[in-house]
């Protein structure tokens, strides 16, 4: 596919507006990215993980669209923290180029996966049938795992769509690599509360706005704030905007740039 055609054109302006969208959460930003590549593609399953250790470790999170719950999904994430030994595609994907999407049969033989822990307890029960997917590595080695599903056991890709995929997904990983911020320990292990009330402190909301928002009472949400205070290590709201500001400032260095495929 060329990358004059409106496909491609549409997925470049709408993953750069994703990736250039301010203070956006990390979460947010790949729910956004694959919701935006499921509706370009017109697949029935879009996902992808993030491995901010590389694919060789737990993914620090993950994202499908599909014909399941929110709940029914997060299997998608459970699977992604399996051990390699039980990832088979993803050993496969880290012994290759990254840059590349590929079709499983390029990466597996179809007796030896349906073998695999990852078929029988997870591909299998979900439903899933062929699929293609590649692997992305920012220059810190984080690394993004895109992958388009067939639903069915016996369901294929149309060649259309892999190709769309092909052709879109380094856009979509440069749009992530731009937007995804490594997080200091102490965003990543608040419990979803004190999350909610730091992103809608972030967002510029107000306290009584926050507890309308979150439904905690004023004073929740003021205990909630002075422990941010605390993990942050700020005396005050503007100091942890700033210190969030200089996270979200960090994002278009050298750093969060794709690795060349190959």
């Known amino acids: 596919m060329q990358h004059n055609t409106a496909v491609v054109r549409e997925a470049i302006f709408r993953f750069g507006q994703i990736s250039t969208t301010p203070m956006l959460r ?24 993030v491995y901010e250790n590389g694919i060789e470790h737990a993914a620090r999170a993950a994202c499908v669209i599909g ?34 999407m590929y079709r499983r049969s390029d990466l597996i033989e179809e007796e030896a996966f349906t073998r695999s822990r990852l078929y ?4 299998k029960p979900m439903g899933l049938g062929d699929q293609a997917l590649g692997l992305f590595q920012r220059a810190d080695g984080a690394e993004l795992l895109v992958g388009v599903n067939a639903v069915g056991p016996q369901a294929e890709l149309g060649e259309q769509t892999v190709e769309r995929c092909c052709a879109i997904a380094p856009f979509m990983a440069q749009a992530w690599a731009w937007a995804w ?15 909610r009330v730091l992103d809608h402190v972030l967002e510029g ?3 009584d706005q926050i507890a309308e928002l979150t439904g905690l009472t004023y004073h929740s949400v003021r205990a909630h704030l002075k422990r941010l205070f605390r993990e942050a290590n700020v005396r005050s709201r503007l100091h942890l905007m700033q210190a969030c500001r200089t996270l979200q400032d960090a994002r278009m260095t050298d750093a969060a740039e794709i690795v060349a495929a190959g």
């Open 181 to 195: 911020i490594r997080e200091p320990d102490w965003m990543q292990n608040l419990k979803p509360q004190a999350r």
């Open 67 to 100: 014909p399941w719950t929110r709940d029914e999904s997060q299997r998608f994430l459970k699977q992604s923290q399996w051990s390699i030994e039980d990832r088979v595609l993803a050993v496969e994907l880290a012994a290759r180029p990254r840059g590349v």
């Open 120 to 123: 029988q307890d997870f591909q």
């Open 205 to 207: 909301f107000d306290d």
């Open 26 to 49: 990390n979460q947010l930003v790949l729910r956004r990215l694959v919701e935006t590549a499921a509706e370009i593609l017109e697949a029935e399953v879009v996902g992808a993980a």
